[in-house]
């Protein structure tokens, strides 16, 4: 089910029923080359995933930004040309083994900045710093070198937790349909009787949503 994140009520956008042997990947491949070719009305700013959706082409092949959960797979840190670290989730490990602090996204160079994470303006309480600079260590990532790892918005952001929040968006609707509207209480063999059914209770939520918004002025 595509859904609308941003939405106030939940709402469902696009169903597909998949097989359940095709993986979540392949699904949103066809669901969302099918949503984008059959409805133009509207643009999709970001998109919601989570960590099963976790793969570089995935990253590569959108065109919105991706809000997509880490799979974690790897156990230790990722070497770079400098005393810098890169931990499996992305973030810049300084020489004493700190994690970085995410300090904004330069849009010009599409690179993310990291700051030490001792120093606080002209303050720095490193025992050994590894710089001389009264702002501190700063190290940058860039987007193109793996858009996995880091992605526009940084994970250890406000931002992207924030955001991220709005994925649960899905399960609610989802909900809605499956107990509170007895999607499965159907029993159909049919594919297109199931098909008939989740759009009937789609729009029964579309009502429900135009109800709640108006109710004052329409009582």
């Known amino acids: 089910m595509l859904n609308a994140a941003s939405s106030q009520h939940d ?6 029923l998949q097989p359940a042997s095709r993986h979540d990947v392949v699904s949103l491949v066809l669901s969302s080359m099918e949503f984008t070719q ?4 509207g643009t ?20 919105n930004e991706p809000f997509i959960d880490l799979n974690v797979q790897a156990k230790k840190n990722a070497s770079t040309d400098s005393d810098i670290q890169i931990s499996p989730a992305g973030v810049p490990i300084c ?3 700190k994690e ?7 849009n010009t160079q599409n690179r993310q900045k990291w700051r030490c994470p001792l120093a606080c303006g002209a303050t720095n309480s490193c025992e050994k710093p590894c710089s001389t600079a009264k702002y501190g260590r700063t190290h940058h990532t860039f987007k193109a070198d793996n858009p996995r790892l880091f992605p526009k918005t940084s994970r250890q952001s406000e931002t992207w937790k924030l955001t991220y929040k709005r994925r649960t968006s899905v399960e609610r609707s989802n909900k809605r349909e499956k107990i509170d509207y007895k999607l499965e209480a159907g029993r159909h063999r049919s594919t297109k009787m199931w ?7 789609m729009m029964c939520q579309h009502i429900d949503a135009w109800y709640a918004s108006r109710k004052d002025e329409l009582v």
């Open 11 to 16: 709402l469902p956008h696009y169903p597909r």
């Open 38 to 41: 059959r409805f133009t009305l």
């Open 195 to 201: 098909y008939i059914r989740i759009y009937g209770i």
């Open 44 to 63: 999709v700013d970001k998109i919601l995933l989570d960590a099963a959706h976790d793969a570089e082409a995935i990253y590569e092949w959108l065109d």
């Open 100 to 106: 970085m602090k995410p300090n904004g996204y330069d």
């Open 95 to 97: 020489p004493i083994g």
